[in-house]
C-alpha cells in the first residue's frame, strides 16, 4: 500500500483595496511556506489589488463586486472543495498574520483531530491587546463561544485559521457573509455540524500598508454588532448537513 503524500494546503487571502501591503505577505508565503498553494480572492477591489496579486504561481480570483470578508471566504472554500486541496488556511491581506506560523495551526489540526484551528491573537503569545468596548465584547464572545464549541477560546474573531476537508465541505456549502459572521457565527455553524475547534497562540504583526477595518472611535459600535452577529448565530437553525462529510 502507498503511504499516503503530505496533504495539500492552499492559502486563501482575501483582500479588499490591499494593493499596498499584498507584494510583501506574498513574498512571506513564498519564503516562509513555498509548499502551500496561494489564491488570493480580491473582492471587488476598486485599486491595483488583482495587478499586484498576479505574481509567480499565485493563483487570483476576482469577484465583480465587494461581499466582505465571508462572501471571499466562501469563494475560496468553494476552490479548494473543487479542486480537491485538504486543507485551506485564511490569512489576511493586510500583513498581519505571520506565514511562519501556518506550520502550528497545521500542526493542531493533526495532532489533536481538530478539524478548524483558530490562530488566536491573546492565547500567550505577542504583545496583541485591546481595551474598552472592543475588549468587552470579545470577552463575552469568547466565554459564550468557548461553551457552544466546548473548548476554550480565547480570539473568536480571528481571521487567521485552518479548516481540514471536512470543514471546507461544510463552509463552501455554508459560509455567512454578514459582518463577523465569517468569525462569530462560521465557529457556531461548525460546533453545531460536529466539528471539532481548537486554537494555538499566534503572534500579530503590525499592518504592512492600507487602512485598518476598525478604528477605535468605532469600539461602541463593534460591540453592539458583535452582540447582535452572536444572537443571530445562536438562534439560527441549525443546518443539517447533505450525507456525511467527507
Known amino acids: 500500500m502507498t503511504a499516503p503524500g503530505p496533504p495539500r494546503v492552499l492559502v486563501v487571502v ?12 506574498l513574498d512571506d508565503i ?10 488570493v480572492v480580491d473582492d471587488g477591489s476598486t485599486d491595483s489589488t488583482a495587478a499586484s496579486a498576479r505574481r509567480g504561481r499565485t493563483m487570483v480570483l ?5 461581499l466582505g470578508v465571508g462572501g471571499a471566504m466562501r469563494a ?25 506560523e501556518v506550520p502550528r495551526l497545521l500542526e493542531v489540526l493533526e495532532s489533536q483531530g481538530a478539524d478548524v484551528v483558530i490562530g488566536a491573537r491573546f492565547a500567550g503569545e505577542g504583545k496583541y491587546a485591546v481595551r474598552g468596548p472592543r475588549r468587552w465584547a470579545m470577552r ?11 473548548t476554550r477560546l480565547t480570539d473568536t474573531t480571528s481571521g487567521f485559521k485552518a479548516s ?17 459572521g465569517d468569525t462569530i457565527e462560521s465557529l457556531v455553524i461548525a460546533a453545531r455540524s460536529g466539528l471539532r475547534v481548537r486554537q494555538v497562540g499566534v503572534s500579530m504583526r503590525p499592518r504592512a500598508g492600507g487602512t485598518p477595518s476598525h478604528n477605535p472611535a468605532k469600539a461602541a459600535v463593534f460591540l453592539g454588532r458583535a452582540v447582535l452577529a452572536l ?16
Do not use: C, M
Open 14 to 25: 482575501p483582500a479588499w483595496n490591499e494593493e499596498e501591503a499584498l507584494p510583501g505577505v
Open 30 to 39: 513564498e519564503a516562509s511556506i513555498p509548499w502551500a498553494d496561494v489564491l
Open 62 to 66: 476576482e469577484l465583480p463586486l465587494n
Open 76 to 100: 475560496g472554500y468553494k476552490f479548494a472543495r473543487n479542486h480537491g486541496y485538504d486543507v485551506a488556511v485564511q490569512l489576511d491581506a493586510d500583513g498581519q498574520h505571520d506565514p511562519a
Open 140 to 150: 463575552l464572545l469568547s466565554v459564550t463561544l468557548s461553551r457552544v464549541t466546548k
Open 164 to 180: 481540514n476537508r471536512r470543514a471546507i465541505e461544510l463552509f463552501a456549502r455554508d459560509y455567512p457573509a454578514e459582518y463577523l
Open 231 to 246: 444572537t443571530i448565530a445562536l438562534t439560527r437553525p441549525v443546518v443539517v448537513p447533505e450525507g456525511d462529510l467527507p
